[in-house]
């Protein structure tokens, strides 16, 4: 599973969200980024900001709860 289908909206940048993951990037790599910084990080594509993935996403990703994908 991508961090793609985990991500919700929101910016990027800043010292909120310092960790950058590629769209594609697997989930088991944002639950690293995240976990290591302690910050929600952003989901980027060809150097646009998609939305942000944090340890709530992350967590109902692996409890297997359904996540409603909010339009970007």
């Given at each position: 599973m991508t961090v793609r289908t985990a991500m919700r909206p929101g910016g990027c940048?800043?010292?909120?969200h310092p960790g950058a993951l590629a769209a594609d990037a697997v989930v088991a790599e944002a639950i690293k980024v995240v976990s290591q910084?302690?910050?929600p990080a952003c989901v980027v594509e060809n150097g646009r900001?998609?939305?942000v993935v944090d340890q709530a996403r992350l967590?109902?990703?692996?409890a297997g709860a359904e996540l409603h994908q909010e339009a970007v």
């Open positions: 940048g800043g010292q909120e910084s302690g910050k900001c998609l939305g967590l109902d990703v692996v």
